[in-house]
T-cell receptor, first 113, second 112 residues
Framework: SQKIEQNSEALNIQEGKTATLTCNYT??????LQWYRQDPGRGPVFLLL?????KEKRKERLKVTFDTTLKQSLFHITASQPADSATYLC????????????FGGGTRLMVKP | EAQVTQNPRYLITVTGKKLTVTCSQN?????MSWYRQDPGLGLRQIYY???????DKGDVPEGYKVSRKEKRNFPLILESPSPNQTSLYFC???????????FGPGTRLLVL
């Protein structure tokens, strides 16, 4: 079956460290992958998009990698801060015409001061 | 301010009583979609629309209807709500390439 898996358990790290979140998928060949941030009770907020022909993308303290051979994306937050505490969702383009986005279950990140 | 709005934000209703959740965007986006979010199941797409009068089913369309008569609006209709439709609902919109989806604030629905 087609699946998108993210660490279901919360990730706890110390302020200042680098947080690394994983998104693994099977049976998809997405043209792109996206990462979103979601705070409790609020809608997801887009962070980054990486295409299948891109290995890495950066935006300020965020870095995303995309390995289509391993079918995996890694999401890094460097110099993490308590304000980075949230749930992070990955999403894949899964439609035949690029018309569907399928989300992973999300990983909750807790950054402790 | 660019935004997606949903109404109502909270709704308690009873089984079988038809309801509509409205969604509106002010970014002139072609693409709009509805998701539901449930604990342990994540975000699942209900319906999406590529443009006016063009709609299609997502992963979990049963029990829902949508319409897209205007570009800015994409209402979600529950003709006969059931308790298993109790959930947190999000509307989203994006431009044609769908590279960035903007989500609304969510509608929390409880069906008794």
């Amino acid at each position: 079956s087609q699946k998108i898996e993210q660490n279901s358990e919360a990730l706890n790290i110390q302020e200042g460290k680098t947080a690394t979140l994983t998104c693994n998928y099977t049976n998809y060949s997405p043209a792109y992958l996206q990462w979103y941030r979601q705070d409790p009770g609020r809608g997801p907020v887009f962070l980054l998009l990486i295409r299948e022909n891109e290995k890495e993308k950066r935006k300020e303290r965020l870095k995303v990698t995309f390995d289509t051979t391993l079918k995996q994306s890694l999401f890094h937050i460097t110099a993490s801060q308590p304000a980075d505490s949230a749930t992070y969702l990955c999403a894949l383009d899964t439609g035949n015409a690029g018309n569907m986005l399928t989300f992973g279950g999300g990983t909750r990140l807790m950054v402790k001061p | 301010e660019a935004q997606v709005t949903q109404n109502p934000r909270y709704l308690i209703t009873v089984t079988g009583k038809k309801l509509t959740v409205t969604c509106s965007q002010n970014m002139n986006h072609e693409y709009m979609s509805w998701y539901r979010q449930d604990p342990g199941l994540g975000l699942r797409q209900i319906y999406y629309s590529m443009n006016v009068e063009v709609t299609d089913k997502g992963d979990v369309p049963e029990g829902y209807k949508v319409s897209r008569k205007e570009k800015r609006n994409f209402p979600l209709i529950l003709e006969s709500p059931s308790p298993n439709q109790t959930s947190l609902y999000f509307c989203a919109s994006s431009n044609r390439d769908q590279e960035t989806q903007y989500f609304g604030p969510g509608t929390r629905l409880l069906v008794l």
